[in-house]
């Protein structure tokens, strides 16, 4: 069936580091992909999201370029902050109705 | 405008009781989803509703889940007969519709569950 895999954290980083935080999925067809993110005390949203192959998602200055040869969706930032310290998830849509969601990857940021 | 509201935020009970979990979705989204998310994991998908009906609730574990959403607006999981394995966090969602290339989820906080 449909799945996401995500690297495991916690990922620590110091301020103004390059993240990269590892995304991969397995589906039938063409699936969206999504990346929300929670802060602390606060519910998942949407960070960004490509709906198909060689789209770039972006927003706050991160980025995900949708892989289909690699059925990859890796999030990137150049220069982290430390309020980006949060759990990221990565996730997929398929038009079956439910949006699947990998196991989520702490990050940490120090100052 | 707000955003999809949660009740309660926490609830504690005993194995064996009953439980209600309710959601209120952002005004005028048709989709609704519960989500349920275990300690590091990412949320689980239990049931979607387009409108009032129940359109895939394949997610549910088992019968003593259930879920309604009968005026198509404010939704409650129920739970029944609760069980230690069933403390999580129930995550409630909604977005505008559910096709296409997917629109974005809406969350709420979340109710955490603990059964004792």
């Not at chain 1, 067809?29 to 960004?48: M, T």
Request: net charge neutral.
């Amino acid at each position: 069936g449909d799945s996401v895999t995500q690297m495991e954290g916690p990922v620590t980083l110091s301020e103004e580091a390059f993240l990269t935080i590892n995304c991969t999925y397995t589906a039938t067809g063409y699936p969206s992909l999504f990346w929300y993110v929670q802060y602390p005390g606060e519910g998942l949203q949407l960070l960004l999201k490509a709906t198909k192959a060689d789209d770039k998602g972006s927003n706050k200055g991160f980025e995900a370029t949708y892989r289909k040869e690699t059925t990859s969706f890796h999030l990137e930032k150049g220069s982290v902050q430390v309020s980006d310290s949060a759990v990221y998830f990565c996730a997929l849509y398929t038009g079956g109705f439910k949006t699947i969601f990998g196991a989520g990857t702490r990050l940490f940021v120090k100052a | 405008g707000a955003g999809v509201s949660q009740t309660p935020s926490n609830k504690v009970t005993e194995k064996g009781k009953y439980v209600e979990l309710r959601c209120d979705p952002i005004s005028g989204h048709t989709a609704l989803y519960w989500y349920r998310q275990s300690l590091g994991q990412g949320p689980e998908f239990l049931i979607y509703f387009q409108g009032t009906g129940a359109a895939d609730d394949s997610g549910l574990p088992n019968d003593r889940f259930f879920a309604v959403r009968p005026e198509g607006s404010v939704s409650t999981l129920k739970i029944q007969r609760t069980e230690r394995g069933d403390s999580a966090v129930y995550l409630c969602a909604s977005s505008l519709n559910a096709r296409g290339e997917g629109s974005p989820l809406h969350f709420g906080n979340g109710t955490r569950l603990t059964v004792t």
